[in-house]
């Protein structure tokens, strides 16, 4: 049985790194409720917190300030409810895709269970004629797809994806978009997803977040946190030239200091 879709809360969450000179706020009173089964998606100019934020959910960091649940009970270093895939696929290269995927599966899974449920997986993301193979015999697509398989053999509650997309050339990328969409589909887990691609978080989220950046003096009092939220109409698969989407891509491009035409 999979595990079901969790809901994440963080209530006042702040973070403070200590520096030579002191110390770097990167996160301040960020609050955002995420509904079970949703996909969020984490947008902002670079070094506004984005990743900092995914690793308080992952509990691969702790919060300076605030809490963060999952399901209703705080986060743990190691918390099984959470899963994470990184832009790099980060995949052992002497192992197999098969072998790799199998890296994600919880502790002590029986061997019959567990080659069928990497089965299922490859199968899932595409790749089942290629469950042989090793990272270097295959393409950067592939290997991030290994590495959302991976993701998803731990069977979280909540996936969490950090440009997992960026490295990838314009058409893989949009391929692995849409395998994303069949993979929520399939398996309705609840997704945060940090992007710098506006029109890749309008396409696959429920609501996207945008952070306000600290290096930017005219938005130093809101530094660290969460500037908008923005609904996004339609279901899923969405048309990518929906007039809808394009004129939302517009207002978001300018909240992120991007002017999409020029005023007279």
């Known amino acids: 049985m999979h595990q079901l879709a969790l809901p994440v809360l963080l209530a006042a969450v702040g973070r403070t790194f200590a520096t030579p000179d002191g110390s770097r706020e990167v996160l301040r009173d960020v609050n955002l409720d995420v509904h079970a089964g949703e996909v969020i998606a984490l947008v902002g100019p670079s070094g506004c917190g984005k990743s900092t934020l995914l690793r308080q959910v992952s509990a691969l960091d702790t919060p300076t ?149 600290l290096a930017d003096p005219a938005t130093a009092p809101s530094a660290g946190s969460v500037a908008r939220v923005v609904d996004v109409p339609g279901e899923r698969p969405r048309d990518r030239a929906d007039h809808v989407l394009t004129d939302l891509r517009a207002e978001l491009l300018e909240d992120l200091g991007v002017p999409t035409h020029v005023r007279p």
């Open 65 to 213: 300030t605030g809490t963060v649940a999952v399901g209703g009970t705080p986060v743990t270093p190691g918390d099984r409810r959470t899963a994470v895939a990184f832009q790099e696929p980060r995949l052992l290269p002497w192992r197999t895709l098969a072998a790799n995927v199998a890296l994600g599966l919880p502790l002590r899974t029986p061997r019959a269970q567990g080659a069928a449920r990497v089965a299922e997986l490859l199968d899932l993301v595409g790749l089942a004629d290629s469950a042989t193979l090793r990272p270097r015999q295959v393409s950067g697509g592939m290997a991030q797809r290994t590495s959302l398989a991976r993701a998803l053999a731990r069977d979280p509650g909540v996936l969490l994806l950090d440009e997992p997309f960026g490295a990838l050339d314009a058409l893989t990328r949009l391929r692995m978009q849409d395998l994303l969409v069949n993979v929520h589909e399939t398996r309705p887990t609840t997704v945060l997803l940090v992007t710098h691609d506006v029109e890749e978080a309008l396409y696959l989220a429920d609501r996207v977040v945008v952070l306000r950046g």
